[in-house]
Antibody, heavy 120, light 113 residues
Framework: EVQLVQSGAEVKKPGESLKISCKGS????????IGWVRQMPGKGLEWMGI????????RYSPSFQGQVTISADKSITTAYLQWSSLKASDTAMYYC?????????????WGQGTLVTVSS | DIVMTQSPDSLAVSLGERATINCKSS????????????LVWYQQKPGQPPKLLIY???TRESGVPDRFSGSGSGTDFTLTISSLQAEDVAVYYC?????????FGQGTKVEIK
């Protein structure tokens, strides 16, 4: 069974850094693209970017390029999303997302979500 | 970016009745080499992550009840719930994967009348 288990909720101050995680299991981690989707409070879904853990090839949506960093550690089958300097507008639920085979850009499996709250 | 527009924003349907959600893309999402449309539908229940219902516009994901069906081609697509059940109360999203970045519709909230 494919599972994506995300790290817990975070409360941070503006300007702080943060790295959240997503551990994949039940499949060959290095063979599927995995990425992140943002959902701001009461809003819709936004595709942030994806990474192929097999070779660390990373693709960002233009809106998120330079704003976040996506990475993966295949030795522990975990993907990451990190910020170097959080803003209040980063407050959102962040979902880890595994794509289907063959690099079709939709989400076959979702993590449970990590709520990030940025407030002074 | 391809803009995805859903209609209506919300709808209330009686139990057992049909619910129809529309999704329009700003350009065709027909993947010509496969002759398939690069469109999915997700269901998001309150407090839960989204769940994949349909891909390639009309292929039901394994385990999804057959009261859910997808149709359409090119730029106009429809998700139909043939007989609404209480557990179908949710927000439904379409998403295109024809072009990068992938883009979502704004969502349609389905409630019980």
């Amino acid at each position: 069974e494919v599972q994506l288990v995300q790290s817990g909720a975070e409360v941070k101050k503006p300007g702080e850094s943060l790295k959240i995680s997503c551990k994949g299991s039940g499949y060959t981690f290095t063979s599927y693209w995995i990425g992140w989707v943002r959902q701001m409070p009461g809003k819709g879904l936004e595709w942030m970017g994806i990474i192929y853990p097999g070779d660390s090839d990373t693709r960002y949506s233009p809106s998120f390029q330079g704003q976040v960093t996506i990475s993966a550690d295949k030795s522990i089958t975990t993907a990451y999303l990190q910020w170097s300097s959080l803003k209040a507008s980063d407050t959102a639920m962040y979902y880890c997302a595994r794509l289907p085979p063959d690099y079709w850009n939709y989400v076959a499996y979702w993590g449970q979500g990590t709520l990030v709250t940025v407030s002074s | 970016d391809i803009v995805m527009t859903q209609s209506p924003d919300s709808l209330a349907v009686s139990l057992g009745e049909r619910a129809t959600i529309n999704c329009k893309s700003s350009q065709s999402v027909l993947y010509s080499s496969k002759n398939k449309n690069s469109l999915v539908w997700y269901q998001q229940k309150p407090g839960q992550p989204p769940k994949l219902l349909i891909y390639w516009a009309s292929t039901r994901e394994s385990g999804v009840p057959d009261r859910f069906s997808g149709s359409g081609s090119g730029t106009d697509f429809t998700l139909t719930i043939s007989s609404l059940q209480a557990e179908d109360v949710a927000v439904y999203y379409c998403q295109q994967y024809y072009d990068t970045p992938p883009t979502f519709g704004q969502g349609t909230k389905v409630e019980i009348k």
